[in-house]
């Protein structure tokens, strides 16, 4: 049957193509499954990613030891990007030891090779930055993968995921969209950090509209993530009682940020995990609108997972959306009970949200699959695929699959800044009549775009 392509509101399709290259640990059941796979590689820096240590049989963190063996230095991210476990030869390129001081905000232990939140970015220091050649190259995967799932527009966060010079990102997607290799539109969520906002609209870059890539409102990270339990809450965690987790900016500091996209007329798109991030975010858009009013404004909230009914009520009033992940459930399951308690209960309110403001589905991939059956079926379903055998986790909050498609497309047109969709697909069953349980396999046959045919599946 016929059905609109899908749109995704917020991922990284740098990410996406780079995933692809790296070793993929997302099915591995043991330490040793690890290893073999690690020892394929024929790169000078092994990385792999994907690993869960809760579904090894090994029931532990990999560490340090367990790779002593191999000579090349390597790092190992965990599923959710905020741990990672290196060896010794890659501590060695480092130059990190005994006297090496920790970086705020995150951990490293050199006896088991274990690095936390902001210590990665000593990692990331050590890692080959890509070259343009790279970047078009991950981009030509990523277009091609969200093209096997159904997915022509996107919004798309590229600019800080390697730092290297947000210029050359714009080149890098710009050659690839002029060479005619480019199908899914990208709008582009512009991740930059104060001095190069400042250089970007000086450029006169803001809302620049190429072929099939334009660029879009400004994107800023809020806070972390409730795995990781850096997302900002107001209250402590339930399985941490001292820590609170962590706001990115001042509000003074996200006010500088978000007038200064509103003075030039840019949207802007904040990704905030826990209520107080959420607050603030509220808090400071609302105080831009006044002060900058404009004609029309699609400023939304990014993951908004601990937001309450109350604070949903206020992002209707001020008219700012919700760009969520259902999808996040299939990791998040195992962990959100612990980390948040009662407010659990007041978490994941994308129904409610979808009944009162401008909502839409996205993946924020690499972070979860790309496949929007996989987003659709836990929006519907509110359970995990990968841990079935948990409850639905609030199922007053399950969509129907109407309510699905029209997040996961009409709903989005706002936030890649489009007026019109014409773009379907082909699937190879009735997704408004097979069992839910079903639709997670439901698979892309045929894309078209703007009526003409560009993808048929082979086999
Ligand atoms: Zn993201």
Redesign the pocket.
């Known amino acids: 049957m016929k059905i609109p392509a899908f749109i995704d509101s ?3 399709m740098l990410g996406v193509g780079y995933y692809d290259e790296i070793i993929n640990l997302g099915k591995v059941k043991s330490i040793e499954e690890i290893k073999a796979l690690l020892l394929d590689s024929d790169r000078d820096i092994i990385i792999a990613r994907g690993f869960n240590q809760e579904n090894l049989i090994d029931k532990r963190m990999p560490n340090k030891n367990d790779f002593s063996n191999i000579e090349k230095p390597l790092v190992l991210f965990r599923i959710c990007g905020h741990v990672a476990v290196v060896n010794q030869r890659m501590l060695d390129l480092l130059g990190i030891d005994d006297f090496t001081k920790q970086v705020s905000g995150g951990s490293f232990d050199i006896d088991t090779g274990l690095f936390q939140e902001k210590s990665l970015g000593l990692i990331y220091q050590a890692m080959p930055k890509p070259n343009k050649e790279d970047l078009k190259r991950y981009l030509i995967k990523a277009n091609k993968i969200l093209i096997e799932n159904g997915i022509t527009k996107v919004a798309s ?1 590229d600019f800080s995921s390697f730092g290297v010079p947000y210029e050359m990102v714009i080149e890098a997607i710009n050659e690839v969209d002029v060479a005619g290799l480019l199908d899914v539109e990208i709008t582009e969520q512009v991740n930059l950090p104060m001095e190069e906002l400042r250089d970007f609209i000086k450029k006169g870059y803001v809302r620049r509209v190429y072929k099939n890539f334009k660029m879009g409102p400004l994107k800023i990270l809020g806070d972390g993530s409730l795995g990781g339990r850096t997302a900002a809450l107001n209250k402590p965690y339930e399985d941490d009682t001292l820590n609170i987790g962590i706001l990115t900016y001042t509000d003074n500091e996200l006010s500088e940020l978000v007038e200064l996209a509103s003075q030039n007329d840019m949207d802007t798109v904040i ?1 905030a995990i826990g209520d107080r991030a959420v607050d603030q975010a509220i808090k400071v858009i609302k105080k831009a609108q006044d002060k900058f009013p404009r004609k029309a404004e699609h400023n939304a909230i ?1 993951h908004a997972q601990v937001t309450n009914k109350k604070q949903i009520d206020l992002m209707a009033k001020s008219g700012i959306g919700a760009i969520v992940q259902p999808i996040f459930i299939n990791t998040d399951i195992k962990v959100v009970k612990e980390r948040l308690g009662k407010r659990s209960e007041e978490s994941y309110l994308f129904k409610t949200m979808y009944d009162k403001l401008k909502l839409g589905f996205s993946t ?1 991939s690499p ?1 979860e699959t790309v496949n929007p059956m996989h987003n659709i079926y836990t929006a519907i379903a509110r359970k995990s695929i990968d841990f079935p055998e948990y409850e639905p986790f609030l199922p007053s909050e399950s969509f129907s699959i109407e309510e699905a498609i029209k997040a996961y497309t009409k709903n989005n047109l706002p936030y890649v800044y489009s007026q019109a969709h014409q773009d379907y697909i082909e699937i190879n069953q009735d997704i408004f009549r097979v069992k839910y349980q079903a639709i997670k396999d439901i698979i892309v046959l045929k894309v078209y775009k703007n009526n003409k045919l560009i993808y048929e599946r082979k086999n």
């Open positions: 917020h991922l990284h966060d990704h990014i924020d972070v």
